[in-house]
């Protein structure tokens, strides 16, 4: 029987371990350089060249942790990589910056990502740091600290939520009705504070975690209860039952015995309380079966497969299913992974499929990836609205050099009332053709319409 080991090698992202004295750094000019950690993949220095910086903070204040590991693998190589700063950069685009990085951190990295930038050490960085960690205590004693610029919506509005807390009802009034004289947003955001023992799993190294598990797994066991060949007390059955930090620590144990259900539902309780499953997965030093991987969780263990590019699991999980319809997925996400895509005819397993929604689906992804288009493609995309594909065909055809298709196609699609959408892909089609005359006219006869 296959097996697989599960280990920190499995990581999307190798993880590497606030600072305390306030800093009078003027932050107003924009830096050189702004310090980050390794971070695989990451984007070229230069990456922000063209960019205002305003529409950069912007960006970095509307993300939130996403639920894919793809984006949250890109956002990642922008955030927490060492980039130049986009022209006129300033306090507010650092300040989003290092909230990104809080919020995108793994264990132990926001550490080394503040200790190469001092602006961390900024006292509005240190209390957004703290209220992203869910420590509204920390934030108090930062504000209470505070000397100059008081008087900020920020620190008022801090203020308002530490009274709050501490009962003191009419400072917190007296704040509140100066953020409303400012028309400014009274209520704080506080993140759930994490849970004290997923904090100490996803954190601490896996030589000292798994000892101090093993300890918690027998916390609440009479000595004459330890099975004496086994060594333990408790089976699947009982550690799913009891939703505690010594159940959890049950549940690790099982999977370290290789019970992939015990990794499964240790996973998803971590998950509940706010973990990275991949994260927690890679750092479960485990062999698994993959045909009991399959039957316990197969979308938690391909999924994982995925994020952590590892092609070797994925197929390992293609030959421990027995489904059909699983067999298909996992085989188009390791064509995936590995660039079995580029260059190559759809196949007869997509083309096969194209009567249904999800055929035609897959297909349009498979030539996202670089795969050739076909007549039978272009047939089953038929009676779908012109303007769900033409760019679709645009694209492949670009993608695999076919400059005389791509432009027939451009001219066709403008043949037919063009949109503005339509017009935006024909010029920018246009100009990667070469053909940046013909781009300029079609910009100019937008621009005309209407005289």
């Not at 009078?24 to 993949?41: C, N, S, W, Y």
């Not at 550690?239 to 959890?248: E, I, K, R």
Request: include cysteine.
């Amino acid at each position: 029987m296959r097996t697989l080991l599960l280990t920190t090698a499995l990581l999307l992202m190798p993880a590497h371990g606030l600072a305390q004295d306030v800093l009078t750094e003027d932050l107003g000019q924009a830096r050189a350089f702004a310090p980050g950690i390794d971070v695989p993949g990451a984007l070229d220095a230069a990456a922000w060249q063209g960019t205002s910086a305003a529409t950069a903070t912007r960006l970095l204040m509307g993300i939130e942790p996403p639920d894919s590991a793809a984006s949250r693998a890109l956002l990642r190589r922008v955030v927490l990589a060492g980039l130049s700063p986009p022209d006129g950069a300033d306090d507010a685009f650092e300040t989003a910056r290092i909230r990104a990085a809080r919020l995108l951190a793994q264990p132990g990295e926001y550490e080394r990502f503040a200790a190469r930038n001092s602006s961390t050490n900024d006292p509005k960085a240190r209390a957004d740091a703290a209220l992203l960690a869910g420590d509204l205590l920390a934030a108090c004693k930062i504000s209470d600290a505070l000397v100059t610029g008081r008087g900020d919506s920020h620190w008022v509005r801090l203020r308002a939520a530490c009274h709050e807390q501490r009962g003191e009802t009419a400072a917190a009034e007296l704040a509140r009705e100066l953020l409303i004289e400012r028309r400014e947003e009274t209520e704080l955001t506080i993140a759930k504070p994490t849970d004290p023992f997923w904090s100490r799993v996803a954190r601490d190294e896996v030589a000292t975690l798994s000892p101090y598990l093993s300890d918690l797994a027998l916390k609440d066991v009479e000595l004459s209860e330890v099975d004496p060949v086994q060594g333990i007390s408790f089976d699947l059955e009982t550690a799913a039952a009891d939703d505690s930090p010594t159940g959890y620590a049950q549940l690790y144990q099982l999977a370290l015995g290789g019970d992939a259900k015990a990794a499964a539902l240790f996973v998803k309780r971590g998950r509940t309380a706010g973990q990275d499953p991949d994260w927690l997965l890679a750092r479960l030093p485990a062999t698994l079966d993959p045909s009991q991987m399959a039957a316990a969780d197969l979308p938690l263990f391909a999924r994982h497969a995925a994020a952590t590019r590892n092609i070797p699991l994925m197929q390992a999980l293609f030959g421990a299913s027995d489904a059909e319809g699983d067999k298909t997925r996992l085989a188009l996400a390791s064509d995936a992974l590995g660039g079995g895509f580029f260059g190559r005819d759809l196949g007869q397993g997509l083309e096969g499929a194209l009567d249904s929604q999800q055929g035609r689906d897959d297909a349009l992804i498979a030539l996202a990836l670089g795969a050739h288009s076909s007549d039978a493609l272009e047939q089953a995309l038929i009676k779908l609205p012109a303007a769900a594909t033409d760019w679709v065909f645009i694209d492949a055809a670009l993608l695999r050099g076919a400059r005389a298709e791509a432009a027939l196609r451009i001219a066709d699609v403008l043949a037919t009332n063009p949109t503005v959408r339509d017009r935006y892909h024909a010029i920018r089609a246009l100009t990667q053709l070469g053909q940046s005359e013909v781009a300029g006219q079609l910009a100019a006869e937008h621009f005309l319409q209407g005289l």
